[in-house]
Antibody, heavy 125, light 107 residues
Framework: QLQLQESGPGLVKPSETLSLTCTVS??????????WGWLRQPPGKGLEWIGS???????YKNPSLDSRVSMPVDTSTNQFSLKLSSVTATDTAVYFC?????????????????WGQGIMVIVSS | DIQMTQSPSSLSASVGDRVTITCQAS??????LSWYQQKPGKAPKLLIY???ELDTGVPPRFSGRGFGTDFTFTISSLQPEDIATYFC?????????FGQGTRLEIK
């Protein structure tokens, strides 16, 4: 059974880099044809997509965050990460890692089918 | 970017009521719309994809319809366990975008 679990610091100082890791169990991120990704939800607000990557390496990012986001992948540990640089208070949110359903193969036109529980990150000095 | 306008933002209904939520896209998204249910402190759960397809294991009291720019989500007979916030999401074009959510409460 597929499980995703976010981990990382719950408090980050302004201007620093937010670093989170998603540990995947029940599937191999490097050998199965799915998109994986990150989303976030500020307190009391709606969801925002941050970025997604395909198992083969293709990736997409939200243009509003593109210059500050990287999504490194470690297939040896079956983990992928989110690094968001130069954070401000507006980056305070619950961060989710997720996987698309894979119904349409390599197409990004797909839904987020499996989610981690989410991790709250507060940006504050 | 495609903007998703969801209404109402909150809704109070009685057990057994029929409940409908609407979502409007700022441009044609064909059938590429999904609906999620989110309970407090939990991750969203996919209910409907491709505008009207029920995900595996989702009770048939949930349904969706629409195409192009106008979509609806319906609960045919509201149950106490349906209390949650519901979001629509378009995936026709990147960046993916979500509606602001509808908070559903029991009257």
């Amino acid at each position: 059974q597929l499980q995703l679990q976010e981990s990382g610091p719950g408090l980050v100082k302004p201007s620093e880099t937010l670093s989170l890791t998603c540990t995947v169990s029940g599937a191999s991120i490097g050998s199965m044809a799915y998109y994986w990704g990150w989303l976030r939800q500020p307190p009391g607000k709606g969801l925002e997509w941050i970025g997604s990557f395909y198992y083969s390496g293709r990736s997409y990012k939200n243009p509003s965050l593109d210059s500050r986001v990287s999504m490194p992948v470690d297939t040896s540990t079956n983990q992928f990460s989110l690094k968001l640089s130069s954070v401000t208070a507006t980056d305070t949110a619950v961060y989710f890692c997720a996987r698309l359903s894979g119904r349409r193969g390599s197409s990004y036109r797909d839904t987020f089918h499996f989610w981690g529980q989410g991790i709250m990150v507060i940006v504050s000095s | 970017d495609i903007q998703m306008t969801q209404s109402p933002s909150s809704l109070s209904a009685s057990v057994g009521d029929r409940v409908t939520i609407t979502c409007q896209a700022s441009q044609d998204i064909s059938k590429f719309l999904s609906w999620y249910q989110q309970k407090p402190g939990k991750a969203p759960k996919l209910l409907i994809y491709d505008a009207s397809e029920l995900d595996t294991g989702v009770p048939p009291r949930f349904s969706g319809r629409g195409f192009g720019t106008d979509f609806t989500f319906t609960i045919s007979s509201l149950q106490p366990e349906d209390i949650a916030t519901y979001f629509c999401q378009q995936y026709e074009n990147l960046p993916y975008s979500f509606g602001q959510g509808t908070r559903l409460e029991i009257k």
